[in-house]
């Protein structure tokens, strides 16, 4: 069984930067897809980001084209969510999925799940 841990959640002001962090039990970072998707109170879990492992394929919401970066270090064993000139609506508990073999943005395109990691955009 596979499990996904994020980190690097917290409270941080309009404007501001943070990196997520999302490390995986075993080597699942290799095959599939990895992506990114986040859930504020009383709203369904939305796309962010995701990506393919072969050939590299990104999607990223409309949201946060520009602002969010999904990157992994060179050993693939830990995926980045770079978040930068947060704004209030980018407040919500984030998650990481993971696949084995599908990609995709939505909820049903990954099997594996963190338990998230809030983050929390506020003045």
């Known amino acids: 069984q596979v499990q996904l841990v994020e980190s690097g959640g917290g409270l941080v002001q309009p404007g501001d930067s943070l990196t997520l962090s999302c490390t995986a039990s075993?080597?699942?970072?290799?095959?599939?897809?990895v992506g990114w998707f986040r859930q504020a109170p009383g709203q369904e879990r939305k796309f962010v980001t995701a990506?393919?492992?072969?050939?590299?394929?990104?999607l990223v919401a409309d949201s946060v084209e520009g602002r969010f970066t999904i990157s992994t270090d060179n050993d693939k064993e830990t995926v980045y969510l770079q978040m930068n000139n947060l704004k209030t609506e980018d407040t919500a508990v984030y998650y990481c999925?993971?696949?084995?073999?599908?990609?995709?943005?939505?909820?049903?395109?990954?099997?594996?799940w963190g338990q998230g990691t809030q983050v929390t955009v506020s003045s």
């Open positions: 075993e080597r699942t970072f290799s095959n599939g897809s």
């Open positions: 999925a993971a696949d084995l073999s599908r990609f995709g943005y939505r909820p049903t395109h990954f099997a594996y």
């Open positions: 990506l393919r492992w072969n050939g590299g394929k990104i």
